[in-house]
C-alpha cells in the first residue's frame, strides 16, 4: 500500500446558515490541532449562540483515524453528529471542527429531516472554504551547537520542514516535522553535519 505524504485540511474558518420549516441552522467549520483547541471554539460558538435549543457538533484530528467525535447535544440519536461526521469524511479531511446551532422555529423536523439538515449545514459550509493540502509530518527533535545553526536552518528550508519549537541559546534545541516523503534525504543531510544530534519524538 503507498503511504499517504499528504493531507487534506482546511486553513480558515467559515459560517452558513440552512432553514427548514422556521428552524435556523448556522454551520461553523474551522481547523483544529487538539481537542483542548475544539472544546475552546465550541464554548466561544455556545456563548455567542446562548439562546439557541442545540449545538451538536463533530470533528476528526490526526492522521490515524481514531481521534473523533460526534455530539447530538439532545436531538435524537445519530440526527446530528453522525451526519456532520458524514461530510468531513467524505471530503477526507481531517484536522477539522464542524458546530451546527439549531434555533428551533416550531415544527418538528422528524429525525430523516434532521438528518438532512446538519447534513446539508455542513456540506454548505464546508463548501464555502478552500480545502488545502499540508504534507505529513515526522517529529524530530535537533540538538546542535549554535554555530552550525545556519546549515541547520538551510536544511530545514530546503526540504519545507517547519519549526514547532526552538530554544536558541549557546546550545539549541529544535523540535521540528519533516516531510514524511524527505525523511531519508533530511536526516542523512543532518548527519553529515557531524555535530547535529537527532531523535524522533
Known sequence: METKTFYTTIEKSGTAEFRDRGSKFIGYAFP????EEFKEKLNAIRKEHPKATHHCFAYRIGLDGNNFRVNDDG???GSAGKPILGQIDSKELTNVGVVVVRYFGG???GV?????????TATVVLQTLPFVQKPIEVCYRLQFDYTTMNEVM??????NCSVLKQDIQLFCLFTIGVPVNRQDEVLYRLKDLHTVETTRC
Request: hydrophobic letters at 50%; proline letters at 8%.
Open 154 to 159: 538551510m536544511i530545514i528550508k530546503q526540504f
Open 75 to 77: 436531538e435524537p440519536s
Open 32 to 35: 483544529v490541532a487538539s481537542v
Open 112 to 120: 430523516p429531516g434532521l438528518i438532512n439538515a446538519y447534513k446539508t
Open 107 to 109: 415544527s418538528l423536523l
